[in-house]
């Protein structure tokens, strides 16, 4: 294990950033590393984070090359990982997405329902222009996309960048098997096998075994039937904050449509958008809360470390999902075979759906890339489910490859989250007024 890798993160202004870092860090055994790159096309943003991020790795290894820069050229030569976290449009347009869906009575959410659709709108061509940086300046370099819509954004590269060296993931299902490993005993959830299929925030668990092959997945329903995704007493819940409690205990109405399988908690809200909506307020969103709360906290803190020259006894923290991009990332440096769940095509391993759908399922990772697992045959309810959320992904990638208002005013209708057509129209006439000069001008 004599190779050091050149990493890029893309979304260097993130508030994500330091945790992926300080997470690198903690993993150079692992993965080894000879330089980290951070690039954004916003300056201003980036460097209210570089300098600390700049602290955090020469104080852990000097050896280790860092760079903040703006220039495509700069970061994406020779590199050998981006890890990608765009966000076009930043925590402004996501504030502007969840307050016009709710407006309308719909639910306000970044990746779900309108919100959704209109930050795939915004993100396909940042993705796609972050991709040919890659293959311009490295191309044998990999691609760990993680940037929202994810399954939206999934879609767009399969169609548009089908050679690419890209691997879609997300990181929710790694925060729901810590909490179920917690709730079952466990120590993290590496000590579980599961299996589980779906689309990206839309999927369900249908097997939790421990090492010996005993299956967990019953006694796990059982505890989500009274507790949702909240450990027995709820002051031991690991939440952030009270939305995030909310969501693991809203899990128990979730359970209650098909008791044989644990559901990703993002179902929410499709199924109960009513409660979603009832229980939103229209004049201070989840933008607002991270902008107040986890933006002003992040940023804080590098000031603070920047100030001091060191990033000793800092509150930055490593990120739940930075470890399984390490897994990742190791998993094809170093062929380890993990099974991981990516976001992946179809082609069969769900037997009875659309074989070119962008699916999330259990796949073998090693230096070729992915080998997905194989799931047969899905019960009616998740597959009628699955096949119409497909189809708003798919009209969405239409509407942005053709500049169709017609393709996205069905994308809108179709969505499980919005109730009629004529509210479809309404919402979208807003959202195209809000995104000017972020999406294609549509005809």
């Known amino acids: 294990m004599n190779k050091k890798f050149s990493v890029v993160i893309a979304g260097g202004g993130s508030t994500y950033t330091p945790e992926i870092i300080l997470m690198l860090l903690d993993n150079i055994d692992k ?51 981006c890890l ?21 009575g719909v639910v306000g959410q970044e990746t779900c329902g309108p919100g ?58 790694i925060g729901l098997e810590n909490s179920y490993a917690q709730i079952l005993g466990k120590r993290d959830r590496k000590e579980l096998d ?20 005993n299956e967990l997945l019953p006694k796990l329903i059982q505890h989500q039937l009274q507790f949702g995704n909240c450990p027995e007493h709820i002051e031991d819940g690991n939440y952030t904050d009270a939305s995030w409690r909310d969501t693991a205990m809203k899990v128990k109405d979730l359970v209650k449509l098909d008791p044989t399988t644990t559901p990703n908690s993002y179902l929410q809200y499709y199924l109960y958008g009513d409660d979603m909506v009832a229980h939103a307020d229209p004049n201070y969103t989840r933008a607002n809360q991270v902008m107040d709360g986890r933006e002003k906290r992040v940023f804080g803190e590098c000031e603070r470390i920047a100030k001091a020259g060191t990033a000793k006894g800092t509150s930055l ?85 053709e500049h169709s208002y017609l393709k996205l005013w069905q994308a809108l209708t179709l969505s499980k989250t919005v109730p009629s057509a004529n509210v479809a129209k309404e919402l979208l006439d807003d959202l195209i007024d809000a995104n000017k000069g972020y999406w294609p001008e549509l005809k």
């Not at 599961?194 to 092959?213: A, M, P, V």
């Not at 170093?334 to 037997?351: K, P, Q, Y």
């Open 116 to 173: 959704g659709i209109a930050y795939g709108m915004r993100s396909i061509a940042g993705v796609l222009e972050n991709i040919d940086y890659m293959e311009k300046y490295s191309p044998d370099c990999w691609m760990l996309n993680y940037s929202n819509p994810a399954s939206i954004v999934a879609e767009a590269t399969r169609r548009l960048r089908p050679h690419a060296r890209i691997i879609n993931i997300c990181d929710m299902p």
């Open 31 to 81: 993965l080894p590393l000879r330089c980290i790159k951070l690039y954004d096309n916003d300056e201003d943003r980036q460097n209210k984070l570089a300098k600390a991020c700049e602290i955090l790795v020469k104080e852990k290894d000097p050896s280790i090359a860092f760079i903040a820069t703006t220039d495509p050229a700069v970061a994406y030569t020779d590199v050998d990982f």
């Open 317 to 401: 923290q490593i990120g739940i999902h930075a470890n399984f991009i390490v897994d990742l990332a190791t998993a094809l440096a170093f062929n380890t075979h993990e099974r991981m769940l990516l976001i992946v095509e179809n082609n069969g391993a769900i037997e009875n759906f659309d074989k070119d759908a962008m699916v999330e399922i259990p796949c073998i990772v090693g230096k070729d890339g992915y080998e997905p697992l194989s799931i047969g045959k899905i019960p009616t309810f998740q597959k009628g489910l699955m096949e119409q959320q497909v189809a708003v992904e798919k009209l969405v990638v239409d509407a942005w490859i």
């Open 194 to 213: 599961i299996r589980y299929f779906g689309l990206n925030h839309f999927g369900w668990y249908t097997s939790i075994k421990d090492k010996e092959g």
């Open 84 to 104: 990608a976290h765009i966000r076009v449009g930043k925590l402004a347009m996501r504030e502007k997405d969840e307050k016009i869906s709710l407006k309308h």
